[in-house]
């Protein structure tokens, strides 16, 4: 009567350690199951960070080259071959990501890509910075030539003034004088506008060995009191050193040969039309004013 209790209570202790051995294995595999899912979810998050990331650089890179674009033909060419190269790894990368099906292996791989791509970037940087460098060495260079050739011009043009300046014919010793005509047709001097016939001015022509010889033009312009020039028998039209056109009131062609000549030109009309004030007196040589004054007539 004693043994039977005995043996079913040690058939239920075996039974409930059974049960207790059956729980903790499910236990256990349930938490390894929950493990692997976490460290699988893991792997997925990281290995999208991974692709986000050499995404990013693709483009971060790209940009930081072409920044540098147009400054120079030389640059140009070389961040053409950039591209090339850059565009080479990104078909590498691409190829990795539809082949590669081990995640922990695909993300290591993808950082070696990475480093590969951040090398090359730094590679071509260390060119631009070399090549810009040349650049502005030779911008310099140049810079300095054409302040060289400036300042040669300068000096050239300079020097041009003082030919022409020095070659310039220059009148002195100018007289001015006027005249009434007599019946006899002869000349007597008068300083009544009423009675004037004739104005006149007389000068020289200084000596000059720069200038060329030959045939040069002088002008004689004489302007009235109401600001009109006075035009003569022998008038004529002429440029100045402006462009702007000068009507003369007397020229005349001289032969000259680089000594000094005496010269007379006048205003002449038979009629008697000039009115009393001051007169301006002009001289030119070749169209360049040299000799200017005033004249009074009562």
């Known amino acids: 009567m004693t043994t039977e209790p005995n043996k079913n209570k040690s058939t239920l202790t075996i039974l409930l350690l059974l049960l207790i051995a059956s729980i903790g294995v499910n236990i256990y595999q349930y938490k390894s199951h929950s493990s692997a ?52 790894q990104e078909a590498k990368i ?50 300095g030539l054409n302040e060289s050739v400036t300042d040669l011009n300068e000096q050239k ?39 004037t016939n004739k104005i006149e001015s007389c000068f020289t022509i200084m000596d000059n060995k720069i200038t060329k010889s030959g045939d040069k033009m002088a002008y004689l312009v004489i302007v009235a009191p109401n600001g009109k020039p006075l035009l003569g028998f022998t008038k004529a039209e002429f440029k100045d050193a402006k462009g702007e056109t000068i009507f003369a009131t007397a020229s005349q062609k001289v032969n000259y040969s680089g000594e000094k000549q005496n ?28 000799h200017q004054s005033a004249y009074i007539l009562r």
């Open 263 to 290: 010269l007379c030109l006048a205003y002449e009309n038979d009629e008697r039309i000039l009115e009393s004030g001051t007169y301006t007196i002009e001289i030119y040589m070749e169209g360049t004013l040299v």
């Open 94 to 143: 691409r190829k990795l990501l539809s082949s590669e099906k081990n995640s922990q292996k695909l993300s290591a791989e993808l950082k070696v890509k990475l480093a590969e791509l951040y090398k090359l970037r730094d590679e071509y940087l260390e060119k631009i910075d070399v090549l810009l460098a040349e650049n502005q060495a030779l911008k310099n260079e140049n810079a």
């Open 37 to 88: 899912v976490v460290s699988h979810i893991n792997v997925v998050d990281s290995l999208k960070n991974d692709q986000a990331n050499v995404e990013r650089e693709l483009t971060s890179v790209s940009m930081e080259l072409e920044k540098y674009r147009g400054i120079a033909g030389n640059l140009d060419t070389l961040l053409n071959d950039a591209t090339g190269k850059i565009a080479m």
């Open 157 to 195: 043009n300079l020097l041009e003034e003082k030919v022409l300046t020095a070659s310039q014919l220059k009148v002195e010793y100018v007289k001015m004088a006027s005249f009434k005509k007599r019946g006899n047709g002869k000349f007597a001097e008068s300083v009544l506008a009423k009675r």
